[in-house]
Nanobody, 124 residues
């Protein structure tokens, strides 16, 4: 089992920045690929970003490319999501997820473990 706890969400004005963290406990964090997803009210879950277990490759959803950066610190069992130039459409609950094996990083149903999520609200 892997337990994931997100933090860092909040209310920010458009154009601002936030840094989300996802702390993992349980099995060896470094064995897991990690992803961030978000869900806005009334909308489907959307892939935001993912990072390989080794940290040497990352992937982004089209809507966040160039604005968000995913990173990880395996020594701290933590994955981060740096969000810049935030827009109102970035509003949603952001959840991190972990998977041992992944074929498509953007497919949420391939992730084994999920956190509870943290709310991000971007005001215009």
């Amino acid at each position: 089992q892997v337990q994931l706890v997100e933090s860092g969400g909040g209310l920010v004005q458009a154009g601002g920045s936030l840094r989300l963290s996802c702390a993992a406990s349980g099995r060896a964090f470094s064995n897991y690929h990690m992803g961030w997803f978000r869900q806005a009210p009334g909308k489907e879950r959307e892939f935001v970003a993912a990072i390989k277990w080794s940290g040497d490759r990352s992937y982004y959803g089209d809507s966040v490319k160039g604005r968000f950066t995913i990173s990880r610190d395996n020594a701290k069992s933590t994955v981060y999501l740096e969000m810049n130039s935030l827009k109102p459409e970035d509003t949603g609950v952001y959840s991190c997820a972990a998977a041992r094996l992944l074929v498509l990083y953007s497919q949420g149903n391939q992730y084994e473990y999920w956190g509870q999520g943290t709310q991000v609200t971007v005001s215009s």
